[in-house]
């Protein structure tokens, strides 16, 4: 099922824009949702040429790269999250000719692409899985417990609900910590390393310039596979180790993995990065994935959850900070993405906090990640009827006689809105695969476009500062003096600061303002820092 090319022998790609050799330390990266990004065929499902088409929007916004969702040959059954052909492109976004076509554009625009790589799962129609022979050899079966097998070989749970063990007709279990379509491989087997290090280097070749590694936390089980000894273990992911997620052995993993980015690196001259989506109970524990032997980089989930309030906020930031400068790596920050309830919505609701919570994460040093749609102040849509959610885990939540996750991911994908006054709203000419509010015209990229005020401006702004001051992205930051509920800190150059409170605070002057998610007012001695905003300040 392997595609190739439909060009003739096209030449090597060119590297993507150089920064320098550690580009990714400052890096703002915008995570493009495939299927939902846009749509250039009218089938209602975005695809790679229309990822491609709207290249030169991202080029505007002022990102650095550009992180697709996969768009591997799946059947679709978790979002292409269950990849059948890890060397193909589903028919349903494109071709293989398409996503080189895509890289060369993003070349062409000075932005680097990362793509997805699954590597704890497949998906059940994956060729070595439909073998039963190969299958017991590369995934993670065994016997039942009870008298006859009929019980499941222990108590885990999948993240989607219900247990994590599907029997077959030959009587055994096989392992699926997401969906039953997802069976998990088995990586004491040295076949399943050697193929992903082969997928690695078939993709490195056609030009990407690193790889988002899911479930980075979960590719090896605890010996034996013992039991949790209780139920909601989901609610247990990022806060404890547990034996199926989190395991020390993950990491000879990803040491082999920088040894070939590394290599590719010197051998190609390009710098490719390997990012991890690592749910760990500790920013101490997520410090592992970015020794200077693994990854360059990994998900910080901790800012990400942390609440709309003055100490929390500041206790997130110095422990990650430190944890990751124990090991020489940068911080990530990240707000939204396609499994967690977008930050408008989630931060109480209010467009003036989440704009006050982005201008916060981009003065923070280190690498800062976007999630399409965010630049908008695109709400979650909490109102999809029942019939059109497509998220495994609302379906197994249904009828799981344990809880996973909520199932309602999809309220955080519902397609882009771009023009016009109606849905689809730009995405395509063929409607789109989640239906989009009707309220959504003066959110649309046409409606905020030139409006100094609008969401969508305030962050091209924000990020053209990020890169013409030098203060801003890698670095140090130092905590200043603030009231409570107030956080400040300055950066070479610069002060930020936050008010996190519903109303305003009254401070001597900072310096002459530069960016804020809501007016400032200046009264002679004093300025007025509006309730939830976040203000910059040249010094």
Not at 135 to 142: I, K, L, W
Not at 485 to 509: K, M, Q, S, Y
Request: glycine share 10%; aromatic share 10%; proline share 9%.
């Amino acid at each position: 099922m392997t595609q190739e090319l439909t060009s003739p022998s096209p030449a090597p790609q060119a590297a993507g824009p150089d920064r320098g050799p550690s580009w990714w330390r400052d890096a703002v990266i915008y995570q493009v949702y495939v299927r939902s990004f846009a749509d250039s065929d009218g089938d209602g499902v975005g695809d790679l040429r229309g990822v491609r088409e709207r290249l030169p929007y991202l080029k505007d916004l002022g990102v650095d790269a550009v992180w697709l969702t996969p768009f591997y040959a799946s059947p679709q059954a978790d979002g292409g999250y269950d990849v059948a052909d890890y060397r193909a492109v589903d028919p349903l976004f494109g071709s293989l000719q398409d996503a080189d076509d895509l890289l060369r554009t993003a070349h062409g625009l000075d932005l680097r692409v990362i793509v997805d790589i699954v590597p704890n799962h497949t998906s059940d129609r994956h060729p070595w899985f439909t073998d039963p022979e190969l299958a017991r050899q590369r995934y993670v079966f065994r016997p039942g417990k009870g008298e006859n097998g009929e019980l499941p070989p222990n108590d885990w749970e999948s993240v989607f609900g219900g247990p994590a063990w599907t029997r077959t007709e030959r009587g055994d279990w096989y392992l699926h910590l997401f969906a039953p379509e997802q069976p998990d491989l088995d990586w004491d087997n040295p076949d399943v390393h050697a193929e992903f290090e082969a997928i690695m280097r078939f993709w490195l070749d056609l030009g990407v310039d690193g790889f988002r590694v899911d479930v980075a936390h979960g590719m090896v089980k605890a010996p034996g596979l013992p039991d949790i000894g209780h139920g909601q273990q989901a609610k247990l992911i990022g806060n404890q180790v547990l034996p199926f997620f989190d395991q020390d052995g993950v990491h000879a993993i990803h040491r082999t993995w920088r040894r070939l980015l590394d290599g590719y690196a010197d051998t190609h001259g390009r710098q490719v990065i390997g990012v991890a989506e690592a749910w760990a109970p500790t920013a101490e524990r997520l410090a592992l994935y970015v020794r200077p032997d693994e990854l360059h980089q990994a998900f910080n989930f901790q800012f990400l959850n942390a609440p709309w309030q003055c100490d929390a906020l500041r206790s997130v930031i110095d422990a990650s900070l430190a944890a990751t400068a124990s090991v020489g790596a940068p911080t990530t920050w990240v707000l939204s993405n396609h499994d967690v309830v977008r930050h408008t919505t989630r931060l109480g609701g209010s467009v003036d906090r989440a704009r006050a919570a982005t201008l916060l994460m981009l003065a923070l040093p280190g690498s800062a990640y976007l999630y399409q749609g965010e630049e908008l102040g695109l709400p979650e849509v909490t109102d999809l009827p029942d019939e059109a959610r497509q998220d495994p885990a609302f379906f197994r939540g249904q009828t799981a006689g344990t809880s996973g996750q909520d199932g309602f991911r999809d309220g955080c994908r519902v397609p882009m809105p771009w023009s016009g006054q109606a849905p689809p709203y730009g995405f395509g000419a063929g409607g789109s695969w989640l239906p989009q509010p009707a309220d959504w015209a003066g959110l649309t990229v046409e409606a905020q476009t030139g409006t100094p005020a609008s969401t969508l401006e305030l962050y091209r702004t924000a990020l053209a500062l990020r890169r013409r001051l030098p203060g801003l992205g890698d670095g140090g930051l130092s905590w200043q003096p603030a009231p409570a509920g107030v956080l400040a800190f300055t950066r070479p150059g610069l002060l930020c600061t936050v008010n996190t409170l519903g109303h305003d605070i009254e401070l001597p002057p900072s310096g002459t303002p530069l960016l804020s998610s809501a007016p400032v007012t200046v009264n002679g001695a004093s300025v007025v820092l509006p309730g939830d905003s976040c203000t910059w300040w040249a010094i």
